[in-house]
């Protein structure tokens, strides 16, 4: 993910801001406990997750399935995805294993949220053939989709089908440097039960909105290839056992790095570090090739 990269990590302020108040009274409204911890990667293609797979790995899903509880589904924003092919997917995992499929860059990036009725019904009845396994559905605006289309994006957020959970991840900066302007997006996304998410990457620090729309807090982690990788996932350790105590529900945590190779590294240490302040067991992926034992 080339998404927020800057040329010198060093020089950029990780310091996570402090929550919205609204995130607060949002997590207050629920006081029983978490429910789903998913923590995984943005792919299993074998390329990318370099030294991850044993060697003579046929099956790159079936084998990512058994380090990680999770996977945020970014191939079916290249392609439609069939419902022949959902269930296939399915059928390679565990039980409780989640896919978070993003929705086809046909509805955000091409048609931009107009004219979409057929392609959302079309994406929307493959997914819900993952069934148990489907975690949350989201999509994923351009960068240059902006305040000017609010009511595309409120008739796609009201007409979305409610049996089908989804989050959505704003890119412009200006829907998060008008105050105005984000209580209204809020807004509509909590009366909707839509997700916010929230993308912590080094060169888009405004992204770093801290607000909650639902109990639920979707995390998309960026590393930088750098040292500081692992102080920021600390942090946000830290920042999500206080949202844990205040009533989260459900966490949705996947990493992100501009050499995705290191993705399992990070996310290894995530996983230590999250079970060592919630107490939970977690499995902890391993490297197959690099080194042996855990990734860090």
Not at 116 to 136: C, E, N, P, R, Y
Not at 190 to 199: D, G, L, R, W
């Amino acid at each position: 993910m080339k998404f927020g990269q800057v040329d010198d990590p060093s020089n950029i302020d990780f310091t996570l801001p402090k929550d919205h108040p609204r995130t607060q009274e949002i997590l207050a409204e629920h006081k029983q406990g978490i429910d789903t911890i998913s923590v995984g990667c943005a792919k299993w293609n074998k390329t990318d997750l370099k030294g991850f797979y044993p060697k003579g790995t046929k099956d790159e899903l079936t084998y990512y399935a058994t380090q990680f509880n999770s996977i945020e589904l970014n191939a079916t924003f290249y392609g439609m995805p069939t419902p022949e092919q959902v269930e296939t997917w399915k059928e390679k995992t565990p039980e409780d294993f989640k896919f978070f499929p993003k929705i086809t860059n046909t509805v955000s990036h091409f048609r931009r949220l107009l004219n979409i009725d057929d392609v959302v019904t079309q994406f929307a009845s493959a997914v819900l053939h993952f069934d148990k396994k489907l975690g949350m559905v989201f999509l994923q605006l351009h960068d240059n989709f902006k305040p000017k289309d609010y009511e595309r994006l409120e008739q796609f957020v009201n007409k979305w089908p409610k049996e089908v959970p989804l989050a959505i991840e704003l890119r412009n900066t200006e829907w998060f440097t008008d105050d105005e302007i984000l209580d209204k997006t809020c807004e509509l996304f909590e009366k909707n039960n839509i997700t916010n998410i929230i993308v912590d990457t080094a060169g888009r620090r405004d992204m770093l909105h801290m607000r909650l729309t639902t109990t639920s807090a979707f995390i998309r982690y960026v590393g930088a290839n750098h040292e500081s990788d692992y102080d920021r996932l600390n942090d946000w350790v830290e920042r999500l056992t206080k949202w844990k105590k205040e009533g989260l529900e459900n966490l949705y945590f996947f990493v992100h790095q501009n050499l995705e190779k290191a993705s399992p590294l990070l996310s290894a240490h995530f996983i230590q570090e999250l079970n060592k302040s919630w107490k939970t067991d977690l499995k902890i992926p391993q490297m197959a090739q690099d080194k042996p034992g855990t990734l860090f």
